[in-house]
């Protein structure tokens, strides 16, 4: 079984801030990982996934994040925060060994910007 | 425009009414997933479809009913639902999810 965890509820930074939004994953097998991002009373949309290939991505928005397997994390960044970054973020997984894989997703963290 | 599209937006209902929410992808996705998502409460996922053919429904009241006529479209059926569950609807969908889902932007439903 797969899960994920998104410690907090709620982180709150200043414009022009580092944003930092953790994700730690469990996965029996190598994962898939993905952040989303929704803004109120819309849907999910995707900033950016890890499909094995190089561990840094990078993503819309200026957002990215890094795949460390020795640490199970997938944590997401962004070097300066903007105001129109506060949202909820989703960090999710994926398995790699059905024929239909299911997306885990955490509960989600919000962000808010400080001006 | 994600790609996934939901109507209603809004809706309104009474407890004793039915109604039906919309869902329609042309991406060419295999798969497509209702969820809820409550107030301060985790996404849940309520029902998959892969290629026209439920293949998870977990522990979803019967007031819910689902419905996938062909691979592009997927409804949800309601009737006498609960104050409990007006909430954010969306409809997902994907191919083998392997990649990631697009969601549609949701249907805000009050049961009053």
């Known amino acids: 079984a797969q899960s994920v965890t998104q410690l907090g509820s709620h982180v709150s930074v200043s414009e022009g801030a580092l944003v930092l939004l953790r994700c730690n994953y469990s996965?029996?097998?190598?994962?898939?990982l993905f952040w989303y991002v929704q803004y109120p009373n819309q849907g999910l949309q995707l900033l950016l996934k890890y499909t094995s290939a190089a561990t840094l991505v990078k993503g819309i928005n200026g957002f990215e994040a890094e795949f460390k397997k020795s640490e199970t994390s997938f944590h997401l960044t962004k070097p300066s925060a903007h105001m129109s970054d506060a949202a909820e973020y989703f960090c999710?997984?994926?398995?790699?060994?059905?024929?239909?894989?299911?997306?885990?997703f955490g509960k989600g963290i919000t962000l808010s910007v400080r001006p | 425009e994600t790609g996934v599209t939901q109507t209603p937006r809004h809706l309104v209902m009474g407890m004793t009414n039915k109604k039906s929410l919309k869902c329609e992808q042309h991406?060419?996705?295999?798969?497509m997933y209702w969820y809820k998502q409550s107030a301060k409460k985790p996404l849940e996922l309520m029902f998959v479809?892969?290629?026209?053919?439920?293949?998870e429904n977990n522990s979803v009241p019967s007031r819910f009913s689902p419905e996938c006529p062909n691979s592009s479209h997927l409804f949800l059926h309601l009737h006498t639902l609960q104050p409990e569950d007006s909430a954010l609807y969306l409809c997902a969908s994907s191919h083998t999810g392997l990649y990631g889902y697009t969601f549609g932007s949701g249907t805000r439903l009050t049961v009053v």
């Open positions: 991406l060419g996705h295999n798969a």
């Open positions: 996965s029996s097998v190598p994962p898939y």
């Open positions: 479809y892969s290629l026209e053919e439920r293949v």
């Open positions: 999710a997984v994926s398995d790699v060994s059905g024929a239909n894989s299911k997306l885990t």
